[in-house]
């Protein structure tokens, strides 16, 4: 009995932190809402506000009114969409020659790409600019997916998830099969990688969309904007809207809510469905 109560004890206890976490995880989205729906002085009153005001739909036009908010968002999610699909499709590639394959200079290549993933982005803003306006892609969308089409933290994710959830026995029983490096990688590794990809591409979709630096700089056509240099020029030069901005953040962040919930499912799905399989 004793044992029993100790368990429900400690699983009431690890219940009731989990939900003070959720609840401390909400909370900002829901302050956010509650700004996004009441006015610019209501933010600023002592005490300040904690219910949602009814203001919200006005604060909304406000921003239809101040910037093209659907076009930047079409923008915003052709480049995530795209540069998201060719991380997943040439890490992936990297990763699985990189963990299963032993080619001359893997180690040399392998830790040139952890070199690359150690420079700040900042460093590399001049050159990779002056390299895009050579190529006449500033201000395209090019610019926006090509420089992020792969990355070394991607390929060094997979290459780790790899390594340790591809057997290589089923390699070598591939290659018996007379299978070659992308009938393996699609047959073998893929099914494998799954949660891997799931956690990726969440990760790259959320970084892409809220990007602002490069974007600001390379997107020099003022109707071809992304969604968080557009929101950002809601602020006024003297005087801001603080509602109005918060509320055109509150519009930008909704689509990654249900990213987050749509690609959270596939993971930990994928996680389960390889968990049973091994």
Known sequence: MRAETAARSRTIVGHAVLLLGVLITIFPFYWMFVMASNTTGDIFAYPP????????????????????????????????????FLVLLFDSLAAFAFAKYDFPGRRVLF????ATFMIPMQL??????VTLAWLGWVGSLKALIIPGAANAFGIFWMRQY??????????????VDGAGFFRQWWTVGLPVLRPGLAFLGIFTFFHIWNDYL??????????KLTLQVAVQQLNGVYTTDQSMVIA???????????????????????????????
């Open 49 to 84: 506000e904690l219910v949602p005001g009814s203001h919200l739909w006005e604060n909304m036009n406000k921003v239809f009114d101040g910037i093209d908010f659907w076009g930047s968002m079409g923008i915003t999610v052709v480049a995530a969409t795209a540069v998201t």
């Open 111 to 114: 830790w040139i790409v952890l």
């Open 124 to 129: 590399a803003l001049v050159p990779q600019f």
């Open 162 to 175: 790899a390594q340790g959830a591809i057997a290589d026995e089923l390699i070598q029983a591939s290659r």
């Open 214 to 223: 490069w974007p600001l700089i390379v997107m020099t056509d003022p109707g």
């Open 248 to 278: 055109g953040a509150l519009m930008s962040v909704i689509p990654l809510i249900g990213v987050f919930l749509i690609g959270s499912r596939h993971f930990i799905a994928n996680l389960a469905a390889g968990a049973m399989k091994f």
